[in-house]
């Protein structure tokens, strides 16, 4: 998205703290103090190495996951969305201030930065000793509960920042004149996006948090107080997982939002192209696992 001056939260003279960018961090600090405290309180006694890893490299894998996720962010929407544009203008790609952040970029970014840290983390520290290697899926999958929270606080950045908006309600639709619109429009879920237009519009980004927060988030949890934590799923079953509910959940959403119908490759959008494949990798990977 364009530089706007609505996306500002305050400036300390000079200097601009931008919503987003608080958001952002308000997600490294819960991720910060989510794995601190469930490492105080023993929950992945069942992973001793794991245990020992965050009890001594916790900075370090929160820098790393911080890096790991707005650079893969920041170039996965050059490649995807803005590529010709970017290739006009390369000194943009520096302009942090201006365009976007790609989901999807994030993910293939905090992969390979979690791979990274656990390469040199195994090469020091475990050595021939397989029972101190870690896995960097593991810890992919010891952070997942606690993504959907950052998604809940990105999407509700976008909605300070007027961004990501959804179809026009139609003016001639018969409830309107129902005392429930009233409602959805004094809470919001019935918004004005005052950088667009003046038209109605259903608000994505609230029904995002619903989605991709609660619900997605309400799975993910289930799957790792229950199972996860005991050893019930196998390794990279829980990020698969929530990549599936995430995948299923914005595939449909790709439909309403009105930002993305310019998007469309052929059936679908640019991003759900690469849900679908999520979705399929994820299937035959929870499936491949089942077998066994």
């Not at 490492?39 to 965050?54: G, H, M, S, T, V």
């Not at 490299?57 to 962010?73: H, K, Q, R």
């Not at 599936?244 to 959403?253: A, E, G, T, V």
Request: glycine letters at 6%.
């Amino acid at each position: 998205y364009s530089f706007d001056w609505c996306m500002i939260a305050f400036s300390l003279g000079p200097i601009h703290i931008y919503r987003y960018g608080i958001m952002y961090a308000l997600t490294f600090v819960s991720g910060y103090l989510f794995l601190m405290q469930i490492q105080k309180r023993w929950w992945f006694r069942a992973y001793p190495a794991l245990d020992n890893f965050i009890a001594q490299y916790l900075d370090t894998f929160i820098i790393t996951a911080m890096l790991g996720i707005m650079i893969g962010g920041r170039v996965g929407h050059i490649l995807i969305y803005d590529l010709s544009y970017f290739i006009a203008h390369p000194l943009q790609i520096l302009a942090i201030n201006k365009w976007g952040m790609s989901f999807i970029g994030g993910i293939i970014g905090e992969i390979v930065a979690m791979t990274l840290l656990i390469m040199r983390y195994n090469r020091r520290h475990a050595g021939w000793d397989t029972s101190q290697r870690l896995s960097p899926l593991l810890l992919l999958d010891m952070m997942m509960p606690i993504i959907p929270f950052g998604i809940f606080l990105g999407r509700f950045a976008n909605f300070l920042n007027q961004e990501i908006y959804w179809l026009v309600v139609p003016a001639d639709a018969w409830w309107l004149s129902s005392w429930l619109v009233n409602v959805l429009i004094s809470t919001n879920f019935f918004h004005v996006y005052d950088k667009i237009d003046t038209m109605l519009r259903l608000n994505t980004n609230f029904l995002s948090m619903i989605g991709e927060w609660l619900i997605v988030g309400g799975v993910v949890w289930y799957f790792f107080i229950s199972r996860r934590l005991d050893k019930r799923l196998a390794v990279w079953q829980l990020s698969a997982i929530f990549l599936l509910s995430y995948s299923m959940i914005r595939f449909f959403f790709e439909y309403l939002r009105q930002d993305s119908q310019a998007e469309f490759v052929r059936a679908f959008t640019k991003s759900q192209w690469f849900f679908v494949g999520f979705f399929i990798f994820c299937i035959g990977f929870l499936c491949r696992k089942r077998r066994k």
